[in-house]
């Protein structure tokens, strides 16, 4: 019997994967140039008042990732389901929850200010900088959390091109804006703050016309009642603790190496630092792929279909990490050098640091992807535990092994067996999840999935299987027949209207019916649309679907045609 295979998956994979870490690169790449730009343009006092505020940005980031990520993924189940209208009601929610939580942080931060820059900045020569600075960004708040909630959401219907896009022209606007403020209008400091609330602004604009096409996500009329808030901050609690404990991660490493290495210890930490920075684009990257493409597969039940992302996933991301670890691993020196350590104490301390500290980028990456597929299927225990033990543990053990770069690793790997562990208990309870995701699969008795591909041979073979399939579980030869037309018919309009070159057929039997669903990866072609307004001119294939079949539907989603229907028993 012909088997699915993963093409439709990896197809989707792909287009949310490269735009993805093109964004989360620009990023990181124009926070480097925005950084070097106000260090040669106002000196080290100014970069070192533009990094007295990263707190406040991070306090920002992480609040989103509080109900965003969580309500981007109930979004995207409800558009799997083809309910459409739920998500609009959440996007709604997390647009409104965006401007007054940022418009709280913006006016306690002003009445506060004076209690805030004395936390923030113990210097009194930096803090007339910093005031400047932290001024500017506590307003920026309804900015920046808007766009996040924006580009998010755009990305999880299906744009995330146009995402990395105004992402990438933001940030050339607040490189050039830097200069201008700066040096030609004399602002200093103010203006470097200027300038990336202008990137916040052009970067949602940038966005805006994709509100304007057909199906895509809208601002709505909700109550409360209609979101289950309760649901929503559950779900992306691990995310925002982990986003938390990274600041307490750094300070609590910085500590140990400075207390038991020294100096040349800090510097080795710093560089360990970077590269873990530049994994994130990577990692970060990744998970902005799962996150649409799993919620909307969840969304539809499909199980084999969110595993085969996830192994899509995992393969990529073991890929990209073993080359890099490799590459910290032959290279230290080099790679030291690069980022600036020239004494001999340094770059002795980065060769014994970078070895053992690639091993726990690799475990680091590979962990963390659990988090997407552990928050679909709620499991909040898991999602937690990764979260806290994996942010917390490698700081621990470094620690407790008194700054022996092995301790990353050991916390990654105690990580790691803590979640087997918790496991196996549940695969033990429950024997239809899968290993290691955890995702619950379906019984193969009463469910086929494989693929078609676009040629005689191919479909021929396939009704050859679901005949078998369905008399195998007891269908009549007329339910069999009736079936077997629908598809036949369908996916004939598929190849020969949508020119797909690849078909997912899946069937499930229940108690009343057959459902059926075809996803192909043709241009858009609804059969729906032309057997409602073509009338009677519809072709002989079609009239034997409009009899016998009454709930047609079609959904244009990953950019793949998605066609259902079902069969009375």
Same mark, same amino acid.
């Given at each position: 019997?012909?088997? *699915?295979?993963?093409?439709?998956?990896?197809?989707?994979?792909?287009?949310?994967?490269?735009?993805?870490?093109?964004?989360?690169?620009?990023?990181?790449?124009?926070?480097?140039?925005?950084?070097?730009?106000?260090?040669?343009?106002?000196?080290?006092?100014? +970069?070192?008042?533009?990094?007295?505020?990263?707190?406040?940005?991070?306090?920002?980031?992480?609040?989103?990732?509080?109900?965003?990520?969580?309500?981007?993924?109930?979004?995207?189940?409800?558009?799997?389901?083809?309910? *459409?209208?739920?998500?609009?009601?959440?996007?709604?929610? /997390?647009?409104?929850?965006?401007?007054?939580?940022?418009?709280?942080?913006?006016?306690?931060?002003?009445?506060?200010?004076?209690? +805030?820059?004395?936390?923030?900045?113990?210097?009194?020569?930096?803090?007339?900088?910093?005031?400047?600075?932290?001024?500017?960004?506590?307003?920026?708040?309804?900015?920046?959390?808007?766009?996040?909630?924006?580009?998010?959401?755009?990305?999880?219907?299906?744009?995330?091109?146009?995402?990395? &896009?105004?992402?990438?022209?933001?940030?050339?606007?607040?490189?050039?804006?830097?200069?201008?403020?700066?040096?030609?209008?004399?602002?200093?400091?103010?203006?470097?703050?200027?300038?990336?609330?202008?990137?916040?602004?052009?970067?949602?604009?940038?966005?805006?016309?994709?509100? &304007?096409?057909?199906?895509?996500?809208?601002?709505?009329?909700?109550?409360?009642?209609?979101?289950?808030?309760?649901?929503?901050?559950?779900?992306?609690?691990?995310?925002? $603790?982990?986003?938390?404990?990274? /600041?307490?991660?750094?300070?609590?490493?910085?500590?140990?190496?400075?207390?038991?290495?020294?100096?040349?210890?800090?510097?080795?930490?710093?560089?360990?630092?970077?590269?873990?920075?530049?994994?994130?684009?990577?990692?970060?990257?990744?998970?902005?792929?799962?996150?649409?493409?799993?919620?909307? +597969?969840?969304?539809?039940?499909?199980?084999?279909?969110?595993?085969?992302?996830?192994?899509?996933?995992?393969?990529?991301?073991? $890929?990209?990490?073993?080359?890099?670890?490799?590459?910290?691993?032959?290279?230290?020196?080099?790679?030291?050098?690069?980022?600036?350590?020239?004494?001999?104490?340094?770059?002795?301390?980065? &060769?014994?640091?970078?070895?053992?500290?690639?091993?726990?980028?690799?475990?680091?990456?590979?962990?963390?992807?659990?988090?997407?597929?552990?928050?679909?299927?709620?499991?909040?225990?898991?999602?937690?535990?990764? /979260?806290?033990?994996?942010?917390?543990?490698?700081?621990?053990?470094?620690?407790?092994?008194?700054?022996?770069?092995?301790?990353?690793?050991?916390?990654?790997?105690?990580?790691?067996?803590?979640?087997?562990?918790?496991?196996?208990?549940?695969?033990?309870?429950?024997?239809?999840?899968? *290993?290691?995701?955890?995702?619950?699969?379906?019984?193969?008795?009463?469910?086929?999935?494989?693929?078609?591909?676009?040629?005689?041979?191919?479909?021929?073979?396939?009704?050859?299987?679901?005949?078998?399939?369905?008399?195998?579980?007891?269908?009549?030869?007329?339910?069999?027949?009736?079936?077997?037309?629908?598809?036949?018919?369908?996916?004939?309009?598929?190849?020969?209207?949508?020119?797909?070159?690849?078909?997912?057929?899946?069937?499930?039997?229940?108690?009343?019916?057959?459902?059926?669903?075809?996803?192909?990866?043709?241009?858009?072609?609804?059969?729906?649309?032309?057997?409602?307004?073509?009338?009677?001119?519809?072709?002989?294939?079609?009239?034997?679907?409009?009899?016998?079949?009454?709930?047609? /539907?079609?959904?244009?989603?990953?950019?793949?045609?998605?066609?259902?229907?079902?069969?009375?028993?």
């Amino acid at each position: 019997m012909q088997e *699915r295979k993963p093409t439709l998956i990896n197809k989707a994979f792909n287009q949310y994967l490269w735009a993805s870490i093109l964004t989360v690169a620009a990023t990181q790449i124009a926070n480097i140039v925005d950084a070097t730009i106000v260090g040669n343009l106002i000196g080290d006092d100014g +970069l070192a008042a533009v990094n007295l505020s990263k707190p406040l940005l991070q306090a920002f980031f992480a609040t989103t990732c509080l109900y965003v990520a969580s309500s981007t993924m109930l979004a995207g189940m409800a558009i799997g389901k083809g309910n *459409r209208e739920t998500a609009d009601k959440l996007f709604s929610f /997390s647009m409104a929850f965006s401007l007054v939580i940022g418009l709280i942080y913006t006016l306690s931060g002003l009445i506060w200010f004076q209690d +805030l820059s004395l936390a923030m900045c113990q210097s009194e020569s930096l803090r007339p900088l910093s005031d400047s600075f932290m001024r500017i960004t506590l307003c920026s708040a309804p900015l920046q959390m808007i766009m996040q909630c924006v580009h998010q959401y755009v990305t999880m219907d299906g744009a995330p091109k146009m995402v990395s &896009r105004a992402v990438i022209v933001g940030n050339i606007f607040n490189i050039m804006l830097d200069v201008v403020f700066i040096k030609y209008c004399n602002w200093g400091i103010a203006g470097a703050a200027t300038a990336t609330c202008v990137m916040y602004v052009i970067s949602i604009l940038m966005v805006l016309p994709h509100f &304007r096409k057909k199906n895509s996500i809208r601002l709505c009329n909700f109550t409360l009642g209609e979101i289950k808030l309760g649901k929503v901050f559950s779900i992306g609690l691990p995310l925002f $603790f982990s986003t938390v404990l990274i /600041s307490v991660q750094y300070i609590g490493n910085n500590y140990v190496a400075g207390h038991y290495l020294g100096d040349s210890g800090l510097v080795a930490l710093a560089v360990c630092m970077q590269l873990f920075a530049f994994s994130m684009i990577i990692l970060t990257g990744t998970l902005r792929t799962i996150q649409p493409v799993g919620s909307i +597969l969840k969304g539809m039940d499909d199980s084999q279909g969110m595993l085969m992302l996830m192994k899509r996933a995992y393969l990529f991301m073991a $890929f990209c990490f073993s080359v890099y670890a490799a590459l910290i691993i032959f290279f230290p020196t080099q790679i030291a050098s690069l980022l600036g350590v020239s004494t001999t104490s340094g770059l002795d301390a980065v &060769r014994d640091a970078l070895p053992l500290f690639s091993l726990h980028i690799v475990f680091q990456g590979l962990l963390c992807n659990l988090l997407p597929v552990f928050m679909f299927y709620e499991r909040k225990g898991l999602a937690m535990l990764l /979260s806290v033990t994996q942010t917390l543990l490698p700081m621990v053990f470094f620690y407790l092994m008194h700054a022996h770069w092995i301790g990353f690793f050991v916390g990654q790997l105690v990580t790691g067996l803590a979640i087997l562990l918790w496991e196996t208990i549940l695969r033990f309870k429950n024997r239809q999840l899968c *290993r290691f995701f955890l995702i619950p699969m379906k019984n193969d008795t009463h469910v086929l999935e494989i693929t078609i591909l676009a040629n005689t041979h191919s479909l021929s073979e396939s009704i050859l299987s679901l005949c078998s399939f369905l008399r195998s579980n007891s269908m009549t030869e007329h339910t069999v027949n009736q079936t077997a037309l629908c598809v036949e018919e369908l996916v004939n309009n598929i190849i020969n209207h949508g020119h797909a070159s690849s078909i997912d057929l899946a069937v499930n039997i229940t108690e009343d019916s057959v459902c059926v669903s075809l996803h192909d990866d043709g241009k858009a072609f609804n059969p729906v649309a032309v057997i409602e307004y073509s009338k009677n001119n519809i072709g002989i294939g079609l009239t034997i679907v409009k009899a016998y079949c009454n709930n047609l /539907s079609y959904r244009y989603l990953l950019n793949q045609n998605m066609v259902t229907f079902k069969i009375q028993v």
